[in-house]
């Protein structure tokens, strides 16, 4: 899997930098290099999965999984592009996070910890019956950074 910024899934831009503030459009867990949405551990780079919480337990792993992996996912999409427009992870202080099921929020939460390990951008949680392009999408995450022209 490539290290790389969100790519569109539509006629639409990844990011657009407006002065000092750069909008990151909502990202869901799609690799478009396979054409197909992030449904697990394994569709992780080697080292990964274990870093964010594998298990190893097959009841555990397949309940949980599919969400810590996308949340790891969009979160290190987000990390790239932002790296593409010239910042960083700690440049982001806005996210609105989607989530098709409201219970996955401590799993992806405790993910989110590890890309904002100081102080946490400010948040918005929004429940919604569904993502596109697939149901299998679990979460969308859009951000807002804050990048200063004359750095």
């Known amino acids: 899997m490539p290290d790389s910024a ?5 006629r639409y831009s990844a990011f657009q930098r407006r002065g000092d503030f750069v909008f990151l459009s909502g990202i869901i ?8 949405v992030i449904r697990g551990f394994e569709d992780l780079p080697d080292g990964v999965p274990d870093m964010i919480g ?9 309940r949980d999984g599919p969400v810590i992996a996308q949340s790891w996912f969009v979160l290190d999409r987000i990390r790239a592009t932002m ?4 910042g960083g992870m700690g440049d982001v202080f806005k996210l ?3 989530f098709t ?3 996955h929020f401590p799993r992806y939460n405790a993910v989110r910890k590890l890309f904002f390990p100081e102080v946490p951008p400010v948040s918005t949680v929004v429940g ?8 299998e999408a679990l979460i969308e995450v859009e951000a807002t950074a804050w990048l200063p022209e004359a750095r």
């Open 128 to 135: 919604v019956s569904e993502l596109m392009p697939t149901p």
């Open 29 to 36: 867990a799609v690799d478009p290099a396979l054409g197909r």
């Open 6 to 10: 969100a790519q569109p899934l539509a």
């Open 54 to 62: 594998r298990t190893g337990e097959f009841s555990v792993d397949a």
């Open 96 to 98: 609105v996070q989607y």
């Open 101 to 103: 099921d409201l219970d």
């Open 83 to 86: 790296e593409e427009a010239g």
